[in-house]
């Protein structure tokens, strides 16, 4: 999930141990008087090689350390070199949630829908049939500050995964935008079968969005498994749902998996105090080793861990994606942690709200110049 935290360049030596999910934060904070008292909390962002960039001459090789042995892949672990910088401790997903109730109304099953074109095909029937329906399509693609990462890192993930599976990189200093093309049909799909005008997209939010999709105003929405738990609450069950994968026009769609991945990593302050860093080791191992830690990291936070005594996760979409796995699917990897800095994103972003006012090439060019000409300027300036 997005992280709204800003870096900040102030790391002190007394701050131990950091993350970048604020709920994690909470639970620590209240945790750690009776688990590991004296450890300093410092709540950062570190969300994988580009943040890491940042903060690696303070982290501390936990290459030795017990919560490295417990990983279940390799794949989330933060690495600098030989030495493991950070562990990632949430495994999160993000594709189209779709309300089954509805979309049967509307003729069809999640079978139906296999690839970018079948999406296409049902979207725009429905907005056909709109009015005879009583919901649309998609919720609103808001791009205020609460629900603009969804489409310009989580959207804009796919068309730069795609292209480094071509290129057999995992990340660069200069993306080719090989797949725009499908990133604007993917766009115009959204924006053009919602509930409301593309002109109006500037102040729409990520409550709308939701509020559209519980009150069975659409039938698709964009987000991830970190919003089940609201669904749930608002009154959806898990007979109403099921997630599809955020199918592009690209590959082998019949075997696209969810897009799934990391960008919450926690990491030690190799300056502190020899005993808060043991400490500190200790607390972290026992978050996802004990019945006690790895019940509230499941239940209390609704985390998906990649440890080997995790438990079980009652998240529909988190057994969605375990089971599309399991069935040979391919995940779509999380290669935003690669984009080069948040003026990019914001770059892309804006344009995005200026091309959905006004749908012309030359506004759907200027997303063109700030994907690509903007990763380059803006990698540049994060390496000089």
């Not at 450890?39 to 290459?63: E, F, H």
């Not at 730069?160 to 725009?180: C, H, P, R, S, V």
């Not at 939010?205 to 559209?212: C, K, P, S, V, Y």
């Not at 012309?360 to 063109?368: F, K």
Request: aromatic fraction near 12%.
């Amino acid at each position: 999930m997005e992280s709204s935290s800003e870096e900040s360049s102030d790391f002190s030596a007394s701050a131990v141990f950091f993350c970048c999910s604020s709920s994690c934060c909470f639970f620590f904070a209240s945790e750690i008087s009776s688990a590991c008292a004296g450890i300093t909390i410092l709540k950062q962002s570190v969300n994988g090689p580009v943040g890491l960039a940042n903060w690696k001459d303070y982290c501390y090789d936990l290459s030795d350390s017990d919560i490295y042995k417990e990983l279940t892949s390799d794949d989330y672990a933060l690495k600098d070199g030989d030495s493991v910088a950070g562990i990632g401790y949430v495994i999160e997903t993000y594709g189209i949630i779709t309300n089954k109730t509805l979309l049967k109304e509307a003729g069809y099953t999640p079978d139906d829908i296999k690839s970018f074109a079948d999406l296409k095909k049902v979207a725009e029937d429905i907005t056909n049939r709109t009015s005879e329906l009583g919901f649309s399509a998609f919720t609103s693609a808001g791009m205020d500050g609460s629900s603009d990462w969804r489409f310009k890192t989580h959207l804009a993930n796919l068309p730069i995964y795609f292209e480094y599976q071509d290129e057999g990189i995992n990340t660069t200093d200069a993306i080719k935008g090989t797949y725009l093309d499908n990133y604007r049909d993917m766009w115009d799909l959204y924006i053009n079968n919602s509930t409301c005008d593309p002109k109006d997209l500037a102040a729409k939010t990520g409550d709308d969005a939701r509020n559209e999709f519980l009150n069975k105003k659409a039938v698709f929405y964009q987000n991830g498994t970190w919003e089940y738990t609201q669904l749930i609450d608002g009154g959806l069950t898990d007979d109403d749902m099921t997630m599809l994968p955020v199918y592009f026009g690209v590959g082998d769609e019949a075997n696209q998996g969810l897009c799934t991945g990391t960008e919450n990593y926690w990491c030690v302050n190799k300056d502190a105090d020899e005993a808060d860093i043991q400490a500190t080791l200790d607390f972290m191992d026992w978050c996802v080793t004990s019945d006690e830690g790895t019940k509230c990291m499941a239940d209390d936070m609704g985390f998906n861990i990649p440890f080997k005594k995790a438990q079980e996760s009652q998240n529909l979409f988190i057994k969605e994606d375990k089971q599309m796995t399991e069935d040979g699917k391919t995940p779509v990897a999380w290669n935003f942690s690669t984009m080069p800095s948040e003026e990019w994103k914001n770059g892309v972003g804006s344009a995005l709200t200026a091309y959905a006012a006004d749908q012309t090439d030359a506004n759907w060019d200027a997303v063109v110049s700030a994907f690509v000409d903007g990763w380059a300027s803006e990698y540049k300036l994060a390496n000089e």
